[in-house]
């Protein structure tokens, strides 16, 4: 296996955060605080699905089996680019304008340069130089989530703000207002 220069390479995905007694200590307590914590985030998912559904082009996020809950670390919105000929930037730019904290694409792994120069460990292409075959990561190896990732997944954070519900009934009525503007329809 041939050396490759690692100079400038980010080849990490996520953190490596390590915990202590303390901070154990402090998460067994937070913990107890969850079921609460996500009963009100699932409620304001429920808010937002069954008014933004009404919507042409959304498709919201779908819970069919009533045994499994969603933790909506992210809301996701799929939009139906068949039926919405606007761009999804020109959609995200008008709906931040209108304050809606929301997001443009998620992540495709598979394009990460960890597995596109395939560097994980030291220099020498571990783990890949484990196995003989010769794996590549391209554009277009994933279309559906390249699609979501460029084109038209939005992304609201409900994990990462304290909303109220007067919170989402402005974004529910943000996006009401974005449709009317850029006529693309109820």
Known sequence: VSKIKTKNIKNIIGHNFRMGEIEAA???EQIKKLPKILLKIQANADLLNNNLNKLTGI??????NLKITHSYYTYGINL???K???SRKK???FLKKEGVP????YLNLHLLPIFKK???YGNDNFPWSLNKKNYQYRKGDCPNAEKLHFKSYIGIGLTHYDFKEKDIKHIIKSFYKVWK???IGV
């Open 91 to 93: 959609i995200v730019d």
């Open 26 to 28: 402090i998460g067994i």
């Open 102 to 105: 929301c997001g443009e694409g």
């Open 84 to 86: 919405i000929k606007i």
């Open 80 to 82: 139906d680019l068949k």
């Open 181 to 183: 503007t850029l006529k």
């Open 59 to 64: 498709i919201v996020p779908k819970v069919d």
């Open 118 to 120: 395939k560097i994980a």
